[in-house]
């Protein structure tokens, strides 16, 4: 497969070099999601934002890659005066590249979490874009249960939400809301094995390596996933919708 999507990375991490060798393995979009840990002001975001639309997509072209970037406040990085972001967001969804809010969610599963996801969740339904949601590792069926309780209060459409490093734990909770589901490949993770093993409860995902330099990850995952499960035999319309139709149908690609 030559028109491979990476469907949640965070590019401002990956080393120059990784753009063009997704290329070469079949990649030929690539979603990064907005994530800056710990950032205290809402100008850490915007320059976070400005980077992602200059710099990353500059390397992504240069190897003839298409960048799109979801901005948002990431529950691991929300500044003492928040609020500032959330105003200015309409104004970055207006960019071309900008296809919708992310990541953003619970982690910690805090009241200040909660508040900031149910006023992003808000600003996604009123302005008709997508939204990407974290899952942390732990407390996951938890986390899972408010995050859906959430959406379903706003009353967002599921076709415009994706679950993110969903594993046959939460899985049903997500297609039952009828959610997508982010894929998430690489130790802790889904595996090929995985996902070749609970083929029907994944019609609905999205492949990705969730890149971070600050832990073991492959920013290849996505090609090799795709190289493993094509040589044990799955199902060529299920590859091709986890691999790519998925993406393109929910973010509009």
């Known amino acids: 497969m030559t028109n491979l999507i990476e469907a949640h990375t965070h590019a401002d991490l990956m080393p120059y070099e990784a753009y063009e060798e997704l290329a070469l393995k079949g990649v030929n979009r690539i979603i990064t999601h907005s994530c800056y840990v710990g950032a205290s002001r809402a100008t850490t975001l915007f320059d976070h934002y400005h980077q992602l639309l200059k710099i990353f997509t500059n390397n992504a072209q240069k190897n003839g890659l298409k960048l799109f970037i979801t901005v948002g406040i990431h529950p691991l990085g929300i500044p003492e005066d928040w609020p500032k972001v959330i105003d200015i967001l309409p104004t970055f969804l207006e960019k071309e590249t ?23 969740v808000e600003l996604a339904k009123s302005l008709n874009v997508p939204i990407d949601l974290h899952l942390p590792p732990k407390n996951r069926s938890e986390v899972v249960t408010k995050t859906l309780d959430i959406l379903a209060k706003v009353g967002i459409d599921p076709q415009k939400v994706v679950i993110e490093h969903v594993h046959t734990d939460v899985i049903k909770m997500v297609n ?59 199902d060529v319309s299920f590859l091709e919708a986890i691999a790519f139709r998925n993406a393109e149908e929910c973010w509009k690609i």
């Open 98 to 120: 900008i296809i919708g809010l992310g990541e953003v969610g619970l982690h910690f599963d805090t009241a200040l979490e909660a508040e900031v996801l149910k006023t992003q």
């Open 176 to 234: 039952e809301f009828g959610a997508y589901a982010g894929l998430s490949l690489g130790e802790g993770r889904l595996s090929p094995q995985d996902i070749l093993e609970n083929a029907p409860l994944f019609q609905r995902g999205m492949l990705n390596s969730d890149y971070i330099n600050f832990v073991y990850r492959r920013y290849d995952a996505v090609p090799q996933a795709v190289h493993w499960l094509k040589l044990h035999g799955v």
